[in-house]
């Protein structure tokens, strides 16, 4: 007698589970293809459970400013306060710097290399981001010594600090050692620190290392005003490993390309416009997306809940 299996619905999956699954897929098919499945999976997407870790670092360097504000408000109101990873690249303003540190109390990890928040929102909400342990802040020019002491002060979980700067940020200008000398006074936890391309001296970095005993990467490569005694280096910081100041590699040369990814209403970017009315409940038009690497021409969906309405909507065939 053969024996009986049992098998499950896949709409019945939990939605945590559910969540793990369609972090497999793009950014732009859990919006706009998973909701139209089903009511299970579209619930899944609508709450929080697929936006404990949100990157969208790669779209954001190349969409526009009330885009990109739109969508993180969004996510992140999706996320409930369980965000603990946030990569984005190119925030506009303080407002939108300031809505992230209201939710972020499970955030780990925050990476927003070359937005322009100020100086002044870092100090103001800095005390909302004690949770962080890594923070990349690389190419942030609106922002200096104030804002890193402020993070210093309330951060003190953060062991991983990234604040590269483009090399041609460093042309022509003085040395700025204020940056430097607040990470020594106020980062004692560090273990990694990557500052290439800074204007710092000598002096400075001794005082990191004085301050931040736990390190054990240094990257100062393209500080080219840095000299230290390779020697003296190995007696008193054997586990520490620095890199630089002469760069040795082809070091992040993929951003430096791009620029800053400035964008133009001429060139090609993912133009991620949607109707949205309340965050947790709207209805994203396929035509509105401009992918070169993944059209939905030839996408067939057949909808196994519902009336239809979504596919009426998407202009999809409705369910048999």
Same mark, same amino acid.
């Given at each position: 007698?053969?024996?009986?299996?049992?098998?499950?619905?896949?709409d019945?999956?939990?939605p945590?589970?559910?969540?793990?699954?369609?972090?497999?897929?793009?950014?732009?098919?859990?919006l706009?293809v998973?909701?139209?499945?089903?009511?299970?999976?579209r619930? @899944?997407?609508?709450?929080p459970? #697929?936006?404990?870790?949100v990157d969208?670092e790669?779209?954001?360097?190349? #969409?526009q +400013?009330?885009h990109l504000? !739109?969508?993180?408000?969004m996510?992140?109101? !999706?996320?409930?306060?369980?965000?603990?990873?946030? #990569?984005?690249?190119?925030?506009?303003?303080?407002?939108?710097f300031?809505f992230?540190t209201?939710n @972020?109390? *499970?955030?780990?990890?925050?990476?927003?290399r070359?937005s322009?928040?100020?100086?002044s929102?870092?100090?103001r909400?800095a005390g909302r981001?004690?949770?962080?342990?890594?923070? =990349?802040l *690389?190419?942030?020019?609106?922002i200096g010594?104030?804002?890193?002491?402020?993070?210093g002060?309330?951060?003190?979980l953060l062991v991983?600090?990234?604040?590269n700067?483009h090399p041609?940020d460093a042309?022509g200008?003085?040395?700025?050692? =204020?940056?430097?000398?607040?990470?020594?006074?106020?980062? +004692?936890?560090?273990?990694?620190?990557?500052m290439?391309?800074?204007l710092?001296?000598?002096?400075?970095?001794?005082?990191?290392?004085? $301050?931040c005993p736990?390190l054990?990467?240094?990257?100062l490569?393209?500080?080219w005003?840095?000299?230290?005694?390779?020697?003296?280096m190995k007696?008193k910081?054997?586990?520490?490993?620095?890199?630089g100041?002469?760069?040795m590699?082809?070091y992040?040369?993929d951003?430096?390309?791009?620029d #800053? *990814? =400035?964008?133009?209403d001429?060139?090609e970017?993912l133009a991620?416009?949607?109707?949205?009315?309340d965050?947790? =409940?709207?209805d994203i038009?396929?035509?509105?997306?401009?992918?070169?690497e993944?059209?939905?021409e030839?996408l067939?969906? !057949?909808f196994?809940?519902?009336? $239809?309405?979504?596919a009426?909507?998407?202009g999809?065939?409705?369910s048999p």
């Amino acid at each position: 007698m053969e024996e009986q299996i049992e098998f499950r619905h896949w709409d019945e999956l939990i939605p945590d589970a559910l969540g793990l699954i369609f972090s497999n897929l793009s950014l732009q098919e859990v919006l706009t293809v998973i909701p139209s499945v089903c009511k299970s999976w579209r619930k @899944a997407v609508t709450g929080p459970y #697929c936006w404990q870790e949100v990157d969208i670092e790669e779209w954001s360097s190349r #969409c526009q +400013p009330h885009h990109l504000d !739109r969508m993180l408000r969004m996510l992140i109101t !999706r996320s409930s306060g369980s965000l603990r990873k946030l #990569c984005v690249s190119g925030l506009h303003n303080d407002s939108i710097f300031s809505f992230i540190t209201e939710n @972020a109390g *499970s955030l780990q990890t925050l990476r927003v290399r070359r937005s322009e928040m100020s100086d002044s929102v870092v100090e103001r909400t800095a005390g909302r981001l004690s949770t962080i342990t890594f923070l =990349d802040l *690389s190419y942030c020019g609106k922002i200096g010594a104030r804002a890193l002491e402020a993070i210093g002060r309330h951060c003190k979980l953060l062991v991983t600090l990234c604040r590269n700067m483009h090399p041609l940020d460093a042309a022509g200008k003085l040395l700025q050692d =204020d940056e430097a000398n607040a990470i020594a006074t106020t980062m +004692p936890r560090l273990k990694r620190l990557e500052m290439a391309y800074h204007l710092i001296s000598t002096g400075s970095v001794m005082n990191i290392l004085a $301050g931040c005993p736990q390190l054990e990467l240094l990257d100062l490569r393209g500080c080219w005003d840095v000299k230290l005694d390779s020697q003296l280096m190995k007696e008193k910081f054997p586990k520490l490993k620095v890199l630089g100041p002469f760069v040795m590699d082809y070091y992040e040369m993929d951003d430096w390309d791009d620029d #800053c *990814s =400035d964008y133009s209403d001429n060139s090609e970017y993912l133009a991620w416009e949607f109707e949205m009315g309340d965050y947790d =409940d709207y209805d994203i038009y396929d035509g509105m997306w401009h992918d070169d690497e993944g059209r939905f021409e030839e996408l067939e969906l !057949r909808f196994y809940e519902g009336n $239809g309405e979504e596919a009426g909507i998407l202009g999809w065939p409705q369910s048999p």
